[in-house]
């Protein structure tokens, strides 16, 4: 069975466990944890980053810290996977659900200006937060959507956790990575994800306030010094000392893993080039995606393709059922028409697409495709 996406664990990842063990600093406190933190805020561009016990505690967080309670409304996008929206309904919040554009498969920028321009003009009330996903390693277009929040005073939180190490090409991100374009970034470390630690997650800022504060209450809001004094409810929300020794070896190969992907995606498409009834994924202008998973969409529901594909030793999955669609949204707004994401996750696949996929493998792949849409 060639697997969708496995972990890539043959660098210094044994060697920095190891090391833990023998000095025993297997828990929430030791070097590896501030060493991991300087070097993910070093690769991604930002000043502050603070190690969490996974990506849906790091949202959950940066919803805590943007001061979202019971009542308060979250724009999140409507395609995404579910834990982008949970945690608005760990804070008692109301989610606002936006479709995508197929352009990056990403929340469409023009639903969302309109709404806060349309409160604005009515004197409603505004959200709290946008919640910003970055799916399947695309870059959302965020920057009419920044320019709102800014406007209106609304916080912009990016949900990065799919794309770690993409990156804006041109306007006015041009260089910079996705998750430091928000007053907070969050970043998934799970087994799937294009590193990971296990299970973790990280949440960044330019705000060095914001970071110490999430630190704090990630550490159950325990006061500095010796007593046990707690000023406020807190989360047992840290990364391990262990999961951050895998995190360290392995952003120092994440570079290496994100140009197997592209390359992974390039051969993909150049295989894929006219063949009736799959379409290619979006190669969006003024962006480079990391392609995190390679995804393509059929002419056909996705059921069929995947238990053919299945047969022939290829695993793949579908892509996220739009939230719209699931008991937790019945009743929520929805911007758009839901339409796209509801295309998306009717007809999308991803296929096998991980860093250690070799040529071979990948060409059976190719074969296999071919050979269902016979
Ligand atoms: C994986 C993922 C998360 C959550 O990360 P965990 O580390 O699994 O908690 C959040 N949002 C999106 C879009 C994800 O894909």
Redesign the pocket.
């Known amino acids: 069975m060639i697997a969708l996406a496995e972990p890539n664990l043959s660098g210094n990842e044994s060697e920095y466990i190891r090391q833990c063990m023998d000095t025993n600093f297997v828990s929430s406190v030791g070097p590896f944890v501030p060493r991991f933190e300087e070097a993910f805020a070093q690769f991604v561009g930002t000043p502050h980053a603070v190690a969490v016990s996974?990506?849906?505690?790091a949202?959950h967080m940066a919803l805590i810290l943007a001061g979202v309670g019971p009542g308060d409304e979250v724009i999140v996008s409507d395609f995404?996977?579910a834990?982008?929206g949970n945690p608005i309904f760990y804070q008692g919040g109301t989610p606002i659900l936006v479709d995508s554009e197929f352009d990056t498969w990403n929340l469409e920028p023009g639903l969302v200006v309109e709404e806060l321009d349309r409160r604005a003009r009515l004197g409603l009330r505004m959200p709290k937060v946008v919640l910003a996903?970055h799916?399947l390693g695309y870059p959302a277009r965020i920057e009419a959507i920044a320019d709102a929040c800014d406007r209106h005073g609304v916080w912009l939180i990016e949900?990065a956790?799919?794309a770690l190490g993409a990156r804006y090409t041109d306007g006015p991100y041009k260089g910079r990575q996705v998750g430091t374009i928000g007053r907070i970034g969050c970043f998934?470390?799970?087994g799937n994800?294009i590193m990971t630690t296990g299970?973790?997650?990280m949440l960044v800022s330019s705000d060095a306030a914001l970071a110490q504060r999430a630190k704090y209450l990630i550490t159950q809001a325990k006061l500095p010094g010796y007593a046990y004094f707690h000023n406020e409810v807190g989360y047992n929300y840290r990364l391990t000392n262990l999961a951050a020794a895998l995190g360290v070896a392995q952003l120092e190969r994440l570079d290496a893993f994100l140009d197997k992907k592209a390359d992974i995606a390039r051969t993909y498409d150049e295989a894929f080039q006219g063949l009736e009834g799959l379409r290619c994924p979006p190669r969006p202008t003024g962006l480079t995606p990391t392609f995190w998973l390679y995804s393509v969409m059929f002419s056909r529901p996705w059921e069929q393709p995947l238990e053919q594909l299945l047969k022939r030793g290829v695993q793949t999955r579908p892509l996220w059922t739009a939230l719209h669609l699931m008991p937790p949204y019945q009743g929520v707004p929805l911007l758009g028409s839901g339409k796209v994401s509801e295309s998306l996750c009717s007809f999308g696949l991803s296929l096998p697409c991980s860093t250690s996929l070799s040529k071979k493998d990948q060409a059976m792949v190719i074969e296999a495709v071919r050979e269902i849409l016979k």
């Open positions: 996974n990506g849906t505690a949202i995404t996977f834990a982008s996903v799916i949900d956790a799919e998934s470390f799970n994800k299970g973790g997650g």
